[in-house]
């Protein structure tokens, strides 16, 4: 059996396959992870371990000590950020500056992805909102970084519970500081995700997306060029074993 790992900072997500059959997938809090990969997996195969990880190194080598305890693990692979993978080049000067998780989005993306296009704008919508643009040429050529849907939301509203209390009895009947700070947030992702499809559309690029924010920026999108692909990291961390990237 082979399990992918993709762990970030506060969650992983994994998947399974045994054979070429998904045998399993999900995502957790770190701190449940490896209970319930226990309820999921049986203990006595052997079990070839896939990791992507932007976590530290501490918190990955505490997770492998911990699958090597309580699993027949007979193999790990670590995907580590390089200046290439397979066809891709990434345009990061020092390549372990660019998190993992980016480069392998890519890699799968531009590998599954591009078609008929002349290249590929992964959008991943997790925490934080990232943007990257690799051409035709397999060259990361630009890249962005924003607060995420959930990240812009929570930091507003931590600035605004005094005034919410302040306004609790207001005669505005359907008006509240929530309702605005919602319709707020949501506004600046939809735009921001429209500016990003129409440079997409007029470079006549593919627009990939993934993360657990992917549905909220498939609604802000409406063209053909677009496609979500939720195991996107997974995919390119696949790739990458295969290919011998990492250690």
Same mark, same amino acid.
């Given at each position: 059996?082979?399990?992918?790992?993709d762990?970030g900072?506060?969650r992983?997500?994994?998947?399974?396959?045994d054979?070429?059959?998904?045998?399993?997938r999900?995502?957790e809090?770190?701190e449940?992870?490896l209970d319930?990969? @226990?309820q999921?997996?049986?203990? /006595? %195969?052997?079990l070839?371990? #896939?990791?992507?990880?932007?976590?530290?190194?501490r918190s990955l080598e505490?997770?492998?000590?911990s699958l090597?305890?309580? &699993?027949?693990v007979?193999s790990?692979?670590?995907?580590?950020?390089?200046k290439r993978m397979g066809?891709?080049? &990434?345009?990061?000067k020092?390549? %372990?500056?660019q998190?993992?998780d980016r @480069?392998l989005?890519m890699l799968? +993306?531009?590998s599954?992805c591009?078609?008929?296009?002349?290249?590929?704008v992964?959008?991943? +919508?997790?925490?934080?909102l990232?943007?990257?643009?690799?051409?035709?040429?397999g060259?990361q050529?630009d890249?962005?970084?924003?607060?995420?849907y959930s990240?812009?939301?929570?930091?507003l509203?931590?600035?605004?519970?005094?005034?919410?209390?302040g306004y609790?009895?207001? /005669?505005?009947?359907?008006?509240?500081?929530l309702?605005c700070v919602n319709?707020?947030?949501?506004?600046?992702?939809s %735009?921001?995700?429209?500016?990003?499809?129409?440079?997409a559309?007029?470079?006549k690029?593919?627009?990939v997306i993934?993360g657990g924010?992917? /549905?909220l920026?498939?609604?802000?999108?409406?063209? /053909? @060029?677009?496609v979500?692909?939720?195991?996107?990291v997974?995919?390119g961390?696949?790739?990458?074993q295969k #290919?011998g990237?990492?250690?």
């Amino acid at each position: 059996m082979i399990l992918q790992l993709d762990v970030g900072n506060t969650r992983a997500k994994w998947r399974v396959f045994d054979g070429d059959r998904v045998f399993g997938r999900g995502a957790e809090l770190q701190e449940d992870l490896l209970d319930v990969l @226990c309820q999921q997996l049986p203990n /006595d %195969e052997d079990l070839s371990v #896939q990791v992507t990880s932007v976590a530290g190194n501490r918190s990955l080598e505490d997770l492998i000590n911990s699958l090597k305890c309580r &699993f027949n693990v007979s193999s790990i692979y670590i995907a580590r950020s390089v200046k290439r993978m397979g066809e891709v080049e &990434f345009g990061y000067k020092i390549p %372990e500056h660019q998190g993992v998780d980016r @480069c392998l989005a890519m890699l799968a +993306a531009y590998s599954k992805c591009l078609s008929d296009y002349k290249g590929v704008v992964v959008v991943d +919508a997790g925490s934080a909102l990232t943007v990257d643009v690799v051409n035709c040429d397999g060259k990361q050529v630009d890249g962005y970084i924003a607060p995420g849907y959930s990240m812009l939301r929570n930091s507003l509203l931590g600035q605004t519970s005094k005034i919410e209390d302040g306004y609790a009895n207001s /005669d505005c009947e359907g008006l509240s500081t929530l309702r605005c700070v919602n319709g707020g947030v949501s506004l600046m992702f939809s %735009e921001l995700i429209k500016k990003i499809e129409r440079m997409a559309v007029e470079s006549k690029y593919r627009l990939v997306i993934t993360g657990g924010d992917a /549905d909220l920026v498939s609604e802000s999108v409406s063209l /053909d @060029c677009a496609v979500s692909v939720p195991d996107l990291v997974l995919d390119g961390l696949a790739l990458a074993q295969k #290919q011998g990237v990492g250690l």
